[in-house]
């Protein structure tokens, strides 16, 4: 019990709020990485994912490579990145754009061929472009799915920036599990991932309302009696 | 007028789906295309608007090679009407029919004028402008679907099964409506069916396909009916089986007309 109630503490103490070290500056760094991830990741993922799920071609190399991507070492890819980059943010950076990709990826060409292929069609017959298909089409009836993608990427790398504190440099909310554990302070442990839990909750409630948002007022497929 | 100049198609995957087809569509008249699956009759109709390109032979519109065309330009320029109507489901059915104006660079405002007036042209209440394709029935998606091939003004209209999925009380409304459309718009339709009473109805041409686009017979529904080319075609019309052969019998008083194997099909009138 002693760590909890040294935990709930540690939350409470005005110190732990302001400063380079509080919560509010770590919280902040902290979205921030994350931010800049999706957003490297997204601009990486997304255009290759549309023209597969588009064109349909080198479908099977984009399954292979997200499912490859996806079972890289984080921290092993860590240590290497920062072999060559140096210590600092880059190398956790590189490491997070490459554990964000594959749903990003999955979301955009998994999104596209759920897109019923009657509809596809029908646009290419009456004289779209397929650009116009894509933009119009396309893209419009994925979102859900492609915005599906944004929130599990998002998720992950929330989860999983605590690990750029693990080089030395600036950290977000990661300085205090990594700091936490080579003083074995469990409250700072705990309440870094309390925060950091916190953090994703409201992400993870956020992307719901978008997801929703994306759906607009179009019915479901289901046809009512007119 | 439409031109089918020695036309063949096979498919990446080595399916024959037209070998070698030669024919002339009438302008504004309908010409029906009617088969079982696997004639190639839909492969035919795609054709027009290069939305098939042939593997050999040419489609000519009016004299001009499709394959000289832009395929964008060339399919904007035709009416395009399929089965399942086709709608886009996240846009409106007002959006739906207007598109095809904003696509030809009409501004907002004209397409949805054009749009209001084309639905109202189909028989459709203006209150399901605003709601959304999967909140029609069947046959008024059908109906929205011809408002977006109309609702250019196209010369040709294409049609690929467009009543195949609605039941057969609002396939026979749907039809008779686009008699009475033909009537007062005068289009050049190719008109894709598997049902040879729909063929019959609406074609003022009805090409009867076998397996690869072979044409069976070509003609006015009574030509063929009066002289059917061969067993198949008899077959394929109904007329082996007597169902088409029609004479009058007195019941209770009342001239009945019925077929071979003594069944009702209707009163003659005097």
Excluded at chain 1, 185 to 204: C, Q
Excluded at chain 2, 26 to 40: I, N, Y
Excluded at chain 2, 144 to 169: C, Q, S, Y
């Amino acid at each position: 019990m002693s760590v909890l109630n040294d935990t709930v503490d540690w939350l409470g103490d005005s110190a732990n709020w302001s400063g380079d070290d509080g919560i509010p500056h770590r919280l902040a760094q902290h979205l921030d990485y994350t931010a800049l991830t999706v957003v490297i990741a997204a601009a990486i993922a997304i255009p290759i994912g549309l023209w597969v799920g588009h064109t349909g071609r080198l479908r099977g190399l984009a399954v292979i490579s997200t499912g490859a991507l996806r079972a890289l070492p984080t921290l092993g890819v860590l240590a290497y990145a920062s072999l060559f980059s140096g210590i600092g943010i880059k190398p956790a950076i590189f490491t997070l754009v490459l554990l964000a990709i594959p749903p990003l990826l999955a979301g955009a060409y998994a999104g596209l061929e759920s897109v019923n292929r009657q509809t596809i069609d029908a646009a290419r017959a009456i004289g779209m472009t397929e650009w116009q298909i894509l933009r119009k089409v396309e893209v419009p009836l994925a979102l859900p799915l492609i915005i599906g993608g944004f929130r599990s990427a998002t998720l992950q790398v929330v989860a999983t920036a605590t690990v750029a504190a693990y080089i030395p440099g600036p950290g977000g909310l990661g300085r205090y599990l990594i700091d936490g554990l080579a003083v074995s302070d469990y409250a700072r442990i705990v309440g870094g991932s309390v925060v950091v839990i916190a953090l994703a909750l409201v992400l993870d409630g956020l992307f719901v309302i978008l997801q929703r948002v994306a759906l607009g007022s179009r019915p479901s497929r289901t046809p009512t009696v007119a | 007028m439409i031109e089918y100049r020695s036309i063949g198609k096979t498919f990446a995957d080595g399916t024959e789906a037209v070998g070698d087809f030669s024919l002339q569509l009438p302008s504004r008249t309908t010409t029906v295309f009617v088969g079982s699956s696997g004639c190639g009759k839909t492969t035919l109709l795609r054709m027009v608007n290069r939305m098939v390109d042939p593997s050999h032979g040419q489609v000519l519109i009016d004299d001009v090679d499709v394959a000289t065309r832009n395929k964008v330009e060339l399919r904007r320029s035709i009416g395009y009407v399929m089965q399942e109507a086709g709608l886009l489901p996240h846009r409106k059915v007002i959006d739906n029919v207007a598109l095809m104006m904003r696509l030809k660079g009409a501004s907002k405002k004209e397409a949805r004028d054009r749009a209001h007036e084309v639905l109202e042209t189909v028989g459709l209440d203006s209150s399901l402008a605003n709601r959304y394709p999967a909140q029609l029935s069947g046959g008024q998606q059908q109906r929205v679907g011809v408002a977006r091939g109309l609702v250019t003004d196209p010369n040709i209209l294409l049609m690929d099964e467009p009543f195949g999925a609605v039941d057969p009380i609002v396939r026979d409304e749907l039809q008779q409506e686009l008699l009475r459309l033909q009537r007062e718009l005068d289009k050049t339709i190719v008109f894709v069916t598997h049902d040879i009473d729909e063929a019959f109805l609406l074609g003022d041409q009805v090409v009867i396909l076998k397996k690869g686009g072979e044409i069976a017979q070509v003609g006015s529904p009574a030509d063929i009916l009066a002289k059917p080319a061969n067993d198949f075609v008899s077959s394929f019309i109904g007329l082996d089986k007597g169902r088409r052969t029609l004479h009058v019998e007195e019941r209770n008083g009342t001239r009945i007309v019925v077929d071979e194997s003594g069944k009702a099909t209707g009163v003659l009138a005097e």
